[in-house]
């Protein structure tokens, strides 16, 4: 199995972005100042990438070396560009089925998606580029190796995706318990996308506004809701049952 890779220094990771590398999660040590710290923060904002301050002690496990405070993770995988897969899945001539993960958390719940959605025939998966899940050897392992095959896409904001899809004639839906429809209601025949929300909160409200339709599953019993890899098994094989 392929493990990501471990950049750690301030010169180091402020390289590593300018030469283009793959990087899934930056780490910094809250507090840190500096010239050259501010040039590393000043390059996050404008490319855009994924980073959390913490304190040093959570550097300090993830590298034994002198981290100066800053450690980058790269991704063991290729990202794909959602303009590109999605031309050509219609290309390809099936119908596509795509999955938009809105900033969810658990790397064992992406994981275990990840590989629900291989076994499902998943076209890609579209995530957010900050507030998701790493991208690490963690997920590989719980996805079963289906990161290796299954496209994931990075974006900017997950509603950016959703216009994307929208613009492209594939219809969205929100997973959300803020409907009456069932997905017993909704139709996974033609092509679509399947918004899932993060553990806690959900999907954003200004996601599950702009979706073309809402369904939730109907739950029996007292508990109010489902973990969320669960959740998105049953929604990808009602597709699956439903085209079929």
């Known amino acids: 199995m392929e493990k990501e890779t471990t950049i ?3 010169r180091a990771v402020i ?4 030469s283009g590398e793959n990087i899934d999660k930056i780490f ?9 710290f501010s040039e590393l923060e000043q390059l996050l904002k404008k490319e855009r990438l994924n980073s959390s ?6 550097l300090n496990r993830l590298s034994k070396k002198n981290h100066q405070g800053v450690v980058a993770q790269i991704a063991p995988i290729t990202f794909h560009n959602i303009e590109d897969l999605v031309m050509s899945v219609t290309e390809s001539g099936k119908t596509p089925l795509f999955l938009l993960l809105d900033q969810l958390s658990d790397v064992r719940n992406f994981g275990a998606i990840v590989r629900t959605a291989e076994c499902t025939g998943v076209s890609g998966i579209i995530i957010q580029k900050k507030g998701g899940a790493p991208v690490n050897g963690d997920a590989i392992k719980t996805s079963a190796g289906a990161l290796f095959k299954m496209p994931i896409c990075k974006v900017d904001h997950i509603k950016d995706a959703v216009f994307y899809m929208q613009a ?16 017993y209601d909704v139709s996974f025949k033609e092509p679509c996308a399947i918004i899932m929300g993060s553990e806690g909160k959900g999907i954003n409200p200004s996601v599950i506004k702009v ?5 939730k599953l109907p739950l ?9 890899s669960v959740a998105c098994g049953a929604f990808l094989y009602e597709a699956v049952r439903q085209r079929l």
């Open 8 to 10: 750690f220094g301030i």
């Open 211 to 215: 979706a073309d339709e809402k369904a």
């Open 53 to 58: 301050y913490v304190p040093i002690e959570k």
């Open 220 to 228: 029996l019993g007292e508990i109010e809701s489902l973990n969320v």
């Open 28 to 36: 910094l040590q809250k507090g840190l100042r500096g010239e050259l």
């Open 168 to 183: 492209s004639g594939i219809k969205v839906i929100a997973a959300t318990e803020k409907t009456d429809n069932t997905i």
């Open 15 to 18: 390289e590593a972005i300018k």
